[in-house]
């Protein structure tokens, strides 16, 4: 068998041709063996690793907590209401963390300013405007600016009234369309002569009237809370009754504001936001979705 190397020049050149043909592109032979790649097709190969890895890691969607940091995240969420900053609590343990920051939460929620030794409220205009009443639990000592705008609306869906906003409150008072001439006659509501009448309620049960109330006449009252509740823990009955007239059904305004009203008379709380500690009970309570006055 006649080798490559005896032949001539030529035709050694034209086999050894055929004979790299026939392993294929890239594949050569010699020293470094048959089907070694060139330097070239190495190279090319590792230019397209490089690209496919690089276009790869842009596809893959990346935290903006991670790229941008807890403090421009708390920059960012600063712009946003305050129920898409909670909903960003359930992202990650991370976004919690910034989402739940006290120095995030002080600019949605009241804050608290000691001045001349006196705790005084600077109220949020984000979650507390034009709210008629601020609640009392959203207010104590000690509690995350989180958990105050969490308590803040809780108290503000509740439709349960309680002793603390019967007497945490003033109230106006007039006769509705349902009720005796006689008695409209004597309303200022009816008759546009003067300001509304006005009702106070009392920790005793008692509830009293400004002197010189004409319909009021001197005589003694108390009011008495009636709530009954059915399985589930959900509330059957629930009215406020004055000596032994007919029941009062309570609604809660989307301002938090009470009315109390029946076929003849109704009571309505007069807003009070700026009082001092707050109003309403000290602890949570049970509250349901019910009727929400307009």
Not at 43 to 72: I, T
Not at 156 to 168: A, F, P
Not at 193 to 198: A, E, I, K, L, Y
Request: a positive charge; proline letters at 6%.
């Amino acid at each position: 068998m006649t080798r490559i190397e005896e032949l001539p020049n030529g035709m050694a050149a034209e086999a050894m041709g055929d004979k790299m043909a026939w392993f294929g592109d890239g594949d050569a032979v010699g020293s470094r063996g048959i089907g070694s790649e060139s330097p070239g097709r190495k190279r090319k190969k590792k230019r397209k690793r490089q690209d496919g890895a690089e276009e790869e890691k842009s596809e893959v969607p990346q935290d903006p907590l991670e790229v941008f940091g807890s403090d421009m995240m708390m920059m960012i969420l600063s712009y946003l209401d305050a129920p898409s900053v909670a909903l960003s609590l359930l992202v990650s343990r991370g976004w919690h963390g910034v989402a739940s920051s006290d120095r995030l939460w002080s600019t949605k929620i009241p804050r608290f300013v000691r001045y001349h030794g006196v705790m005084e409220i600077v109220k949020c205009e984000e979650l507390w405007s034009g709210k008629a009443h601020i609640p009392r639990i959203a207010l104590a000592r000690g509690l995350s600016k989180l958990a105050a705008y969490s308590y803040s609306v809780m108290d503000g869906n509740r439709i349960r009234i309680t002793k603390d906003d019967l007497c945490d409150h003033v109230w106006n008072f007039h006769y509705n369309r349902g009720a005796p001439e006689y008695w409209r006659n004597l309303d200022p509501y009816w008759k546009g002569t003067g300001p509304p009448m006005r009702r106070y309620f009392h920790p005793d049960g008692s509830q009293t009237a400004d002197p010189g109330d004409q319909v009021w006449g001197g005589h003694e009252c108390c009011y008495s809370i009636v709530t009954s509740f059915v399985g589930e823990g959900k509330m059957r009955e629930h009215y406020v009754r004055i000596n032994r007239w007919p029941q009062m059904s309570v609604f809660r305004k989307p301002d938090w504001s009470w009315e109390m009203s029946n076929h003849l008379y109704c009571y309505s709380s007069i807003p009070d936001a700026d009082k001092k500690g707050g109003t309403g009970p000290r602890f949570p309570v049970f509250f349901e979705r019910r009727k929400v006055a307009t």
